[in-house]
Structures are given as C-alpha cells and as structure tokens.
C-alpha cells in the first residue's frame, strides 16, 4: 500500500510541499500517506447534473481519503472525548432521534455495533464534527465520486464489468441487521475499500443537489424552487449508480441518521482544512506540474 | 445544555477551557460569557450554530444576536440576476405586511452564499440600491463553511457554478425569539400571507420569555 514509508520520503514530501515529485529517473514518487489514508492524485470529476455554463469536467485538485469507513470503536473514541456528541446529550437540532440507535449506550457500541464495523446512524453535523476532532474533513461530492469512480483495475469504473455488477448488486441487497467489518471489501485502483458496497456515505456537500425529491418536479431543476440558468444537463445516463447517489443524497437533511449511511474523511495535501469543491485554477496546489491530469476516465 | 461551541474550528475546538479564548467568546456567545445574562439556547435553535459573520458594515455578528425577535432570513447573493430580488422582494412585502409594532421590532436577515465576490462593500452597495433600512435588515457574509451549515440548519441546497453564480433553493425562514425554525416559504409564488402570519406568531410567542 504504502511504498515508501521512509523517514527520507517524508521528509522530502514535506520539503517539496508534498506534492509529487519527478525523481531524475523520470518515476512518480508519491508522499506518504497519513496512517490509513489513501492518496486520490488531482483528476477530474464529471458532474452527473450540471449548468450550462459548466465544464463537463471539473478540476479536483490531490487529496488524501481515508481507506476505509470510520468503525463505531473510532466514533467511540470521539463521543469519549466530545461529550456533546453521545447520544443521550446530542441537539436535535445536529442530530435525529435515531443518532447512534443501533448502539447499546452513550459508550457502549454493543452486539449490533461491532467496532470493526462502520459506524451508521449518525447526522452530518455529526460526522463533520468528527472529522474536525481527528484534523480531517469530509470530502466533497466531487472528491467522494472521483474516488468511487475507479475500478478495481483502472481509474474508470466503467471499463470494469465485475466492479460495476457488484456495485450493483449492492444497491438492490437488503441492509444487513450487523454490517460487514469496514475494510472488508477489495481495494479499488487507488487503494480504497468499500466505498460502494458497505454503506452510503456522507459528503461535505450533500446539500448541493438541486433536485426536489418531487417527481413531478424533478425534469431538472424545478425553477420555482431552485434558482439556477435551468438548463441542467446529465453527464453520463447510464451510469445508475451515481444517478442513486445523487437521488439519495438530495433526500437527506443535515440532521438525519440512516441505518446504512456512514462516512469517511478526507484531508487537503497541503494541510489546508477547507474543502474545496471546485479548486480555483490559480490555486493549483501543483501548477508546474503537467503529469497531474489524469486521462478521463 | 453546551452545544454553543460546536462549531469553532478544529484547533480552537481541542482547546476546552471557554476562558482561554476571551476574544472569541466577545463575539460568538460561547460559553464564556457569565451563565446568568441568558437563559441556554432551546436545543431546536440554530443559534446553537456560533459562526462569527461580517456585516455590511464590516462588524462582526452572530446571529444569537437575533435572539428575542421574530426574524425573517434567505440566504442570496448579491450577482444573482433572477430568483434574489424576488426573494427580497418577498421579504419586503412580508413586511409590509406586519402589524406596525412588530415590523419594528423583526428584523430581515439577508445571509450571502458568495463569499468570494460579496464583499462588506458589495454588500454595503447592495443595501444602497435595494433601500434596505440599516435598523431593520441584517446584510452578512461569512466563512465557506458557516455558510455549507447555516445552509444544512435551514435545509438549502446550493452550489456554485463554473461562471462564479449559484444555483439555490429558494427559501425563506421565520425563525421566533429562540432561534427555532417557526415557518418556510419555498419557491417564488404567494406564501406571503402566511409568512406574515407566522412572523406575528412567532414574534407574540418570544414575548413572554
């Protein structure tokens, strides 16, 4: 997973503001990764919906993303140190009546909330906290999709007919009453586990999606309720899952907890907390280079 | 209940003691402020959420400040050429629509998506050519990440487009004395009475506290 684990990478990484670098034989070397984190190189990300004026393709600079989803003995640690957050004290106002229900007690995951096992039933509100508690953040729809949209092979899903059936197949499977340990699954091109077949996941910006939820609304952006040029445009028809995300996210509130939705983190390479959906071009983390786009998937 | 500091950012959150950070609590309501000046936030209020935003006037602000008044609260910005002048036009008609007394006493709270174009002086502009009285409409902006939660508090969805304008729900909010959600107006069309009303309600409730 991690090839250079050295004392020297790291420091070089941190010399060179740990971006990638060309070493003189012409290889990539990559920074070394946070403990369980994974590195997405800068890529693109091609918004299902998007404006007229939009690029079909949005930049998305390198980032780190956790392998795998937070486990309830993580999410514990956090209600261990942020009291605020265990069950029995949360605000309605951050979390539903189902936060952490599948939990035994306050600090007690229990028999259904194994440790291993990601943690669920928690609000957005609740996995940024403890995104900010371990010095990450989520990641945004764009970062989250774009790391979704590798295969097990390649950086294109797509062309991968066993990853895409057992995406599938996930979304038509009933939620088990104890989930699968979180890590379980294989890993994806760059490294990620079970980023679509364990549990829906929380992004940064879930509250983007400008769709109503109401069917007969939904041709588009429905213009009343949302402001916009009107002209939205999908990326790929055919891609349904993404299509299910995107349906699934915009029928969430902050405050919500599911059964099945969890998260995972992200963390700017450059240490910089705020995420950033769409990078400012003129804020490239690594302009200089011409080997960090990535041939669209 | 101590929920007011949630939100500060990570290095300020790890740093327990409210009274490390006087400056902060000046300004946000945290909890270093004598417990006796004000009873603890309704655990429905969004004035839980303690972001520090920036008037057009270039002053600090909290909407805890709010706290005690009816309120009625979009998010916009100010470029948007279509649905934004109808929502504050909305929001003019709701109060217009007020009992004197309590057009008086609500207060019109115009919070901006765009933090990189609206600035205090945009903003300040913007108050100019819609007429909007200094005594009676908030004008702020705000950090990207109060604005992704106050956003998720009222349950608008929005993103920014590659031209620099946004896409939005349109949304108007009454929120009572306490801070809590009382009423929404979603979409373009009529409503107006309604918000009105609830705008009185809302107002007659936070009386007797």
Known sequence: ????????????????????????????????????????????????LRDAVDPAKIPVAAFWLDERPVTNGEFLAFVQAEARWRRSRVSPLFADRQYLANWAGDLEPGAQAPVNVPVVRIS???????????????????????????????????????????????????????????????????????LLDLVWEWVDDFNSAMVTGESRADGGLERNLFCGSGSVSAGDREDY??????????????????????????RNLAQDLAPQAVPDPSTDLFPSSPSILLPAP | MNTA??????????????????????????????????????DRSIYQLDATWTTDAGMPFTLAELRGRPVVLAMFFTSCGYACPRIVEAMTQIRQALPAAMRDRARFVLVSFDDQHDTVAVLQAYRVQHGLDPARWVLLRGAPDDIRELAAV???????????????SNLITILNGEGEIAHQRAGLEGGLAEAARAVVAAGNAGRGR
């Open chain 2, 154 to 168: 009222l349950g608008v969805s929005y993103q920014k487009d590659a031209a620099g304008l946004f896409s939005h």
């Open chain 1, 241 to 266: 899952p993404a299509f299910m995300r995107l349906g699934y996210r915009s029928s969430l509130r902050a405050n919500y907890t599911v059964a099945n939705l969890g998260f995972r983190c992200a």
């Open chain 1, 1 to 48: 997973m991690n090839p250079l684990p050295s004392i020297h990478s790291v420091r070089l990484a941190l010399l060179l503001g740990a971006g990638w670098l060309a070493t003189s034989a012409g290889a990539e070397v990559r920074p070394v990764p946070p403990s369980g984190m994974v590195l997405l190189p800068a890529g693109v990300y091609t918004p299902l």
């Open chain 1, 124 to 194: 957005w509100f609740a996995a940024r906290a403890y995104a900010k508690w371990a010095g990450k953040r989520l990641p945004t729809t764009a970062e989250w999709e774009r790391a979704a949209g590798a295969g097990y092979r390649g950086p294109a899903a797509k062309a991968e007919a066993d990853f895409t059936a057992r995406a599938l197949a996930w979304y038509s499977a009933p939620t088990p009453a104890v989930l699968p340990a979180s890590g379980s699954g294989p890993v994806n091109f760059y490294g990620a586990r079970d």
């Open chain 2, 5 to 42: 500091h949630l939100f500060l950012p990570a290095l300020l959150g790890l740093v327990t003691a409210a009274s490390a950070l006087p400056a902060a609590d000046a300004c946000c309501g945290a909890p270093g402020r004598p417990a006796a000046a004000t009873a603890a936030l309704s």
